[in-house]
């Protein structure tokens, strides 16, 4: 069922307004990726009475802050304006849903734009190294890749395709998310628009199940090597999130961090080093990532090899347990310093069906996670490796035999 929420901020001149469906990337059809992205660009170039100008002119005219994407899961409507500009743009908000035009010019000029951006990570090796572990992890199908889409398959993406995906926009299951002052008049009238919402429910696509560990290797025009090991884990609901999260923190998070003083203070091995685990309602992928020397690069397999074992092996420190839970309660402290960012995160909360009050009850529960039930977690969800490695073709025959003869075998000599 949709909700329309808001968090009251008495006196402010500003509204931060999120809309979210649950129609990110991970519904683009077969052949048809960067559908969902393409139709996100195409919702800001014109809706209801308004052609693509008459609609800029109307945002821009206001000075309001209006961008529409396309994640993994979700796509969100993101609008910040003065709150006396409200009554304007927030129904206009609730018609780029209802009356989207996806006019066949403005569909090909939004498709060059993500083609461009295509192009220009095509030059990036850290992304390049991201999409080779995506599609270790996830393969062709839904999470297998960038909500951007892949360059070959927009080309299959027109206005005819926008518009029948454009009728699952109005749904039952949005979110609206506002915080400021509104007027009670103003919320009432969107909250009568909003409850006729009833689009049909959406067809998920099943997520392939998941692959045994796999090496991943792209030679790349570049003296460095970008190393990521990935792992498939769970969606944000779950009850082995929060342990998860703890980790990721704890190895990735901040100077201090495990990876961090090990690979790059102690080692010397990495330019850049951390860690990443994204919300998602499913399968989310927990990411280490590293860039070095490619001369160094079977050094950095060893280092990143000895670090996956030692959290399946033996149970963190206390103290360093305590200093991720420290990390994480400042973490979400930050989260939710704007009326934005506290916009952000109910809506995304919503989205995936949790409580409002979800993480709060998160922070509560970090005092009864022990070192022993971390360890646990690292045990169930970090098993299968998936190593992706971007870097010269000569430093890549040696990731191979380093791979075949240290990760398949056993540890590294030493370890």
């Not at 961008?67 to 609730?94: F, H, I, S």
């Not at 909360?349 to 509560?364: F, I, Q, T, V, Y």
């Amino acid at each position: 069922m949709n909700q329309l929420v808001c968090l009251a901020q008495p006196g402010a001149a500003i509204l931060a307004a999120r809309l979210v469906v649950p129609l990110g990337s991970h519904l683009d059809p077969p052949r048809r990726a960067g559908q969902q992205q393409l139709l996100a660009g195409v919702l800001t170039r014109g809706c209801g009475d308004l052609d693509a100008e008459a609609f800029a002119d109307v945002v821009e005219g206001l000075g309001a802050n209006l961008r529409c994407e396309a994640g993994d899961d979700l796509l969100v409507v993101a609008l910040k304006c003065a709150l006396a500009d409200a009554n304007t743009l927030l129904p206009l908000l609730l018609q780029m849903l209802e009356q989207p035009h996806c006019a066949a010019p403005q569909v090909e000029l939004e498709r060059d734009l993500n083609l461009q951006a295509l192009q220009r990570l095509q030059e990036d090796p850290f992304h390049l190294c991201h999409e080779q572990l995506r599609h270790q992890l996830f393969g062709s199908g839904p999470y297998g890749h960038d909500p951007l889409g892949l360059a070959p398959q927009l080309a299959n993406i027109g206005p005819k395709q926008l518009q029948q995906a454009a009728l699952q926009l109005p749904q039952a299951r949005a979110q609206l998310v506002l915080a400021g002052d509104p007027e009670a008049s103003l919320l009432e009238r969107c909250q009568e628009r909003f409850s006729q919402w009833s689009a049909g429910p959406v067809a998920e696509q099943s997520v392939a199940p998941s692959p045994a560990g796999s090496l991943g290797l792209l030679a790349c025009d570049t003296e460095q090597a970008v190393l990521m090991l990935g792992f498939r884990t769970v969606g944000l609901a779950h009850g082995d999130a929060l342990p998860l999260r703890l980790l990721q923190v704890h190895l990735g998070v901040g100077m201090s961090s495990r990876l961090f003083q090990v690979l790059r203070e102690e080692l010397g091995l990495a330019y850049d080093v951390g860690t990443d685990l994204p919300a998602r309602r499913r399968d989310s992928p927990f990411v280490w990532h590293l860039s070095t020397s490619a001369e160094r690069l079977p050094e950095a397999m060893d280092a990143l090899y000895g670090e996956w074992q030692a959290l399946r092996q033996a149970p963190l420190a206390e103290a360093a347990l305590a200093l991720a839970k420290a990390k994480l309660r400042g973490q979400e402290a930050l989260g939710r310093e704007t009326g934005s960012q506290r916009a952000d995160r109910l809506a995304l909360l919503l989205s995936h069906g949790l409580p409002a009050d979800h993480n709060e009850r998160a922070l509560e529960r970090l005092g009864s996670i022990g070192p022993g039930q971390v360890q646990a977690v690292a045990q169930r969800w970090l098993l299968e490796p998936s190593l992706s490695v971007c870097g010269p073709a000569e430093a890549l025959v040696q990731a191979q035999r380093h791979w075949d003869q240290c990760w398949l075998q056993g540890p590294p000599p030493g370890q």
